[in-house]
């Protein structure tokens, strides 16, 4: 709990400074009774406010999730335990003012949806919410701090982008791509064959069975789904702004080879640890690691840099998001093309050494557009 003036206050408290000193001027005890009204008042206000804050309580939902640019829709609730009502509640949070409550009437509860937007990604606790009024009159603010449990967990905003190139494909049922083979399992169906021992029944095409040449089975065509590494250079170049749109970059790319069909190999070079997603995946879990991303200074030191690429498998195509190039840079995509591997780099729009990116495919991000270099 705290009191302190507002900016109204402090005009009046000055105003009784001059109605003090011209009434030891003029001799005349007449002026101290508006300073004695108007210190009366600051009195009132300090008490009113104190004991409005005090019995006022808050919570907040656990954990909420929004994506940058856009408001909770989680309501909040507030409730006044006074039997007398409070008036001009404002909470806000270390990510701003979360909202304003006009009135609330003594011994009743309600709900209120937070009007702050949020407008940058990351993880924001509840622990340390204020509430604070300065009813009745404004001269005197009081405020509550609340260590609340929760947190507000604000996912990048991903966008629309090409499907990545991938490598390594595999069979898998429900792929999106065609191999040249037959399988016994599958949603296109390709054909029939006569029945082989092991066959299942459930294979079995019963209408061409019907007709005499004994048992016949259905046939289809093979699904494959590739791989794709998504590297994420955690803020190396020092620039806030590129690093955050590289984060959108990164996830934009990881969800599109996700509706593609691709197994994605996620790894921020922060934690230096790969995280395998299947296909089709919703990605809630991928987002809330985005939303928590920190920046690491030396994402692309040499022996970070390799040893987090030496834990890819050994098939996939490498996307590597990254802040800037470097000489580490340079010698990783050297070495990988070396292997034979698929790597493609994407760079701010302003980056510098994209031409010694020989034989990688460069493409540069900024804000939430991403394009190919010609």
């Not at 507002?6 to 005009?11: E, I, N, P, V």
């Not at 622990?127 to 990048?156: K, M, S």
């Not at 998001?321 to 093309?337: G, K, M, N, S």
């Not at 010694?356 to 190919?372: C, M, N, Q, T």
């Amino acid at each position: 709990m705290s009191l302190r003036l507002t900016a109204t206050g402090w005009l009046f408290l000055g105003m009784v400074g001059l109605f003090y000193g011209a009434s030891i001027t003029s001799q005349s005890g007449l002026l101290l009774a508006p300073a004695g009204i108007i210190l009366g008042c600051f009195l009132v206000n300090g008490v009113a406010a104190w004991r409005a804050v005090r019995r006022l309580a808050v919570s907040a939902p656990a954990t909420a999730h929004v994506v940058e640019g856009h408001r909770l829709d989680h309501p909040w609730q507030v409730r006044n335990a006074r039997g007398s009502e409070v008036a001009l509640v404002t909470a806000e949070s270390t990510a701003g003012r979360l909202f304003r409550l006009t009135r609330l009437a003594g011994g009743t509860e309600t709900s209120v949806v937070p009007e702050l937007q949020f407008h940058r990604r990351g993880v924001f606790p509840h622990d340390q919410v204020r509430l604070t009024t300065a009813f009745p009159f404004g001269l005197v603010r009081a405020a509550r701090q609340f260590a609340l449990r929760g947190e507000v967990v604000v996912h990048p905003a991903v966008y629309p982008v090409p499907p990545p190139r991938a490598a390594g494909f595999d069979v898998m049922v429900g792929g999106k791509f065609r191999g040249q083979r037959q399988t016994s399992a599958g949603d296109q169906f390709s054909g029939i064959r006569p029945h082989q021992a092991g066959d299942s029944l459930r294979q079995i095409h019963w209408a061409s069975s019907a007709k005499g040449q004994g048992l016949m089975v259905k046939t289809f065509a093979e699904e494959l789904s590739g791989r794709v590494a998504v590297v994420l250079d955690c803020g190396s170049a020092g620039v806030e702004q590129d690093f955050e749109d590289a984060v959108r970059a990164a996830g934009s790319l990881a969800f599109a080879a996700l509706d593609a069909g691709h197994h994605v190999e996620w790894l921020d070079l922060a934690a230096g640890e790969p995280e395998l997603i299947p296909p089709f995946a919703d990605g809630q879990a991928l987002l809330n690691r985005l939303a928590r991303v920190p920046a690491e200074p030396r994402s692309l030191d040499p022996s970070r840099l390799a040893g987090a690429l030496g834990r890819l498998s050994a098939k996939c195509a490498v996307h590597l998001v990254l802040t800037q190039t470097t000489p580490a840079v340079r010698d990783a995509v050297a070495e990988l093309r070396q292997r034979g591997r698929s790597v493609s780099v994407y760079l701010p729009k302003k980056a510098s050494g994209i031409t010694d990116l020989e034989g990688a495919s460069v493409w540069h991000f900024h804000g939430r557009h991403l394009e190919e270099v010609a």
